[in-house]
């Protein structure tokens, strides 16, 4: 072996792949200036005799270090460490302002966090906008259009997606959040779990310290990849900042900040913008989930926090799984440049791409502007269906729920009196087949968290009417019960 040789040195007992203990002995040289791009690897032979390995085991450690983008070949020269290597994307990113653990993907640590309380919540406020009538000229269109994309060839694309689709989605957030993003970040997703998951992937280990809204949706799948949970409290204009001071070792910021679940808090431009400075000064990395955010009560717009950042230290997720049905879901990143090959790579290893079929139709119905005039008819729509589920809501006596007027979204936040119990609330306002409302106590980590519902008005009136009128029952019911255990 030449004395300027990477040479890997692991733990020869540990119960880890040899492709892992690889990667993280890069990632330690790497993090410690050991080595550097276009360092020269030992060869497989070397590495089999000297750590006791069978060589097909190790060049198959080599070859997954290669897709991944760790080590690169130089045919005729020998293997190298990349100089695209995950580890250092995230350091470009640290010094723009960034601060990133190592690399890995990353099993999930603790099943056990996603309980009877996450099952209930995991897809309230993401569920399709139901249609009375309209809805059977929108399916025909999509059948129409569906067979049309399927007599295309299928041909894997882009692992970002397909150019044309990317550009439309670039064009559409520059406008609708004001954003100044490029098609070159765009990356077209299968759903929003597989944002969630890859986020993850790339930048969160059992170490990764990681601040959020409380309460919040999201507590219950950042729970299964790291501990380290950093909770911030809410009022009704978001996260309140001035707790932000408390912490200081957050490499990770999750916000929703358009329609928050459970609250429906909108995160004001101030507190963005505070946000913001917290996050540079701390080198923290924002990713910034912004779903339900076509959807908006409030003359006000507010940019996006990507549209404000100015130090590239947002990643951008985008969903439209309130505007379609189930089976037409699609979501969309915009990330910073720094790790655009990364992502690539982790995309195209994970399912190459997402379905061409699904890319291509959504790319006629941007080109048929089919996409805006639906998100105008379903903003219509949830108009008249919020406007009847706070006329249903101010029948209930005073004293026993409060609430503000949702200013975005598809769900009213109501809040209980502290005596009401929200879960048997929440049991008593769903059906086998319906679950307009989900509680509030679950998604809270803080102690001493308020009861509530979210009550979604994506639903017909009808069933919007019928929870109300069940919630009214189940708020009476208690307080009986509360007065009998009194005397």
Same mark, same amino acid.
């Given at each position: 072996?030449?004395?300027?040789?990477?040479?890997?040195?692991?733990?020869?007992?540990?119960?880890?792949?040899?492709?892992?203990?690889?990667?993280?002995?890069?990632?330690?040289?790497?993090?410690?200036?050991?080595?550097?791009?276009?360092?020269?690897?030992?060869?497989?032979?070397?590495?089999?005799?000297?750590?006791?390995?069978?060589?097909?085991?190790?060049?198959?450690?080599?070859?997954?270090?290669?897709?991944?983008?760790?080590?690169?070949?130089?045919?005729?020269?020998?293997?190298?460490?990349?100089?695209?290597?995950?580890?250092?994307?995230?350091?470009?990113?640290?010094?723009?302002?960034?601060?990133?653990?190592?690399?890995?993907?990353?099993?999930?640590?603790?099943?056990?966090?996603?309980?009877?309380?996450?099952?209930?919540?995991?897809?309230?406020?993401?569920?399709?906008?139901?249609?009375?009538?309209?809805?059977?000229?929108?399916?025909?269109?999509?059948?129409?259009?569906?067979?049309?994309?399927?007599?295309?060839?299928?041909?894997?694309?882009?692992?970002?997606?397909?150019?044309?689709?990317?550009?439309?989605?670039?064009?559409?957030?520059?406008?609708?959040?004001?954003?100044?993003?490029?098609?070159?970040?765009?990356?077209?997703?299968?759903?929003?779990?597989?944002?969630?998951?890859?986020?993850?992937?790339?930048?969160?280990?059992?170490?990764?310290?990681?601040?959020?809204?409380?309460?919040?949706?999201?507590?219950?799948?950042?729970?299964?990849?790291?501990?380290?949970?950093?909770?911030?409290?809410?009022?009704?204009?978001?996260?309140?900042?001035?707790?932000?001071?408390?912490?200081?070792?957050?490499?990770?910021? +999750?916000?929703?900040?358009?329609?928050?679940?459970?609250?429906?808090?909108?995160?004001?431009?101030?507190?963005?913008?505070?946000?913001?400075?917290?996050?540079?000064?701390?080198?923290?990395?924002?990713?910034?989930?912004?779903?339900?955010?076509?959807?908006?009560?409030?003359?006000?717009?507010?940019?996006?926090?990507?549209?404000?950042?100015?130090?590239?230290?947002?990643?951008?997720?985008?969903?439209?799984?309130?505007?379609?049905?189930?089976?037409?879901?699609?979501?969309?990143?915009?990330?910073?440049?720094?790790?655009?090959?990364?992502?690539?790579?982790?995309?195209?290893?994970?399912?190459?791409?997402?379905?061409?079929?699904?890319?291509?139709?959504?790319?006629?119905?941007?080109?048929?502007? +089919?996409?805006?005039?639906?998100?105008?008819?379903?903003?219509?729509?949830?108009?008249?269906?919020?406007?009847?589920?706070?006329?249903?809501?101010?029948?209930?006596?005073?004293?026993?729920?409060?609430?503000?007027?949702?200013?975005?979204?598809?769900?009213?936040?109501?809040?209980?009196?502290?005596?009401?119990?929200?879960?048997?609330?929440?049991?008593?306002?769903?059906?086998?087949?319906?679950?307009?409302?989900?509680?509030?106590?679950?998604?809270?980590?803080?102690?001493?968290?308020?009861?509530?519902?979210?009550?979604?008005?994506?639903?017909?009136?009808?069933?919007?009417?019928?929870?109300?009128?069940?919630?009214?029952?189940?708020?009476?019911?208690?307080?009986?019960?509360?007065?009998?255990?009194?005397?």
């Amino acid at each position: 072996m030449g004395e300027d040789e990477f040479f890997f040195n692991i733990d020869k007992d540990s119960n880890e792949s040899v492709s892992t203990r690889f990667r993280d002995a890069i990632a330690r040289a790497l993090n410690n200036n050991q080595i550097k791009p276009g360092d020269r690897v030992a060869s497989i032979r070397v590495c089999s005799h000297r750590l006791d390995l069978s060589q097909s085991a190790v060049r198959k450690a080599f070859d997954q270090l290669i897709a991944e983008g760790w080590l690169e070949v130089r045919h005729g020269s020998g293997t190298f460490i990349s100089s695209s290597s995950p580890i250092l994307a995230r350091q470009s990113i640290e010094h723009a302002g960034g601060h990133l653990e190592t690399q890995g993907v990353r099993k999930i640590k603790d099943a056990t966090a996603f309980g009877a309380a996450s099952e209930l919540s995991c897809r309230f406020g993401y569920e399709p906008i139901s249609e009375p009538c309209g809805g059977a000229r929108f399916e025909q269109a999509i059948e129409l259009w569906t067979s049309d994309c399927r007599s295309q060839p299928a041909a894997l694309s882009d692992p970002a997606g397909l150019p044309e689709l990317r550009e439309y989605i670039a064009t559409w957030l520059n406008q609708s959040r004001a954003m100044k993003c490029s098609a070159n970040n765009v990356f077209v997703m299968n759903n929003l779990q597989e944002c969630r998951s890859f986020i993850a992937r790339l930048l969160i280990d059992e170490h990764t310290a990681v601040m959020l809204e409380d309460p919040g949706m999201n507590r219950f799948w950042l729970q299964a990849y790291t501990s380290q949970l950093r909770p911030v409290p809410l009022d009704d204009s978001g996260i309140i900042t001035e707790e932000l001071a408390r912490i200081n070792d957050a490499h990770l910021a +999750y916000i929703s900040p358009s329609c928050q679940i459970p609250t429906g808090a909108v995160l004001s431009r101030t507190r963005r913008e505070k946000l913001l400075q917290w996050a540079q000064a701390h080198k923290t990395i924002i990713v910034e989930e912004d779903t339900n955010c076509e959807f908006s009560f409030d003359s006000r717009i507010i940019p996006s926090i990507h549209a404000l950042d100015d130090s590239a230290r947002t990643f951008y997720i985008g969903a439209a799984e309130s505007i379609f049905p189930e089976q037409m879901h699609f979501a969309f990143m915009v990330l910073p440049e720094a790790v655009r090959a990364p992502f690539t790579r982790l995309k195209s290893l994970a399912n190459r791409c997402t379905s061409p079929i699904l890319q291509r139709l959504m790319l006629r119905m941007f080109e048929t502007q +089919y996409v805006q005039e639906r998100i105008r008819k379903l903003q219509r729509l949830l108009e008249v269906r919020r406007a009847t589920l706070l006329q249903e809501l101010d029948k209930i006596p005073p004293g026993n729920v409060i609430y503000s007027p949702a200013k975005g979204g598809t769900f009213q936040s109501v809040w209980l009196s502290s005596h009401i119990d929200d879960l048997a609330a929440y049991e008593h306002c769903s059906t086998p087949d319906l679950a307009p409302a989900s509680p509030a106590s679950p998604y809270y980590l803080l102690p001493a968290g308020r009861p509530g519902l979210s009550i979604s008005f994506a639903q017909p009136v009808e069933s919007i009417a019928a929870c109300a009128d069940r919630l009214r029952a189940a708020l009476l019911a208690q307080q009986h019960t509360n007065s009998g255990s009194r005397r």
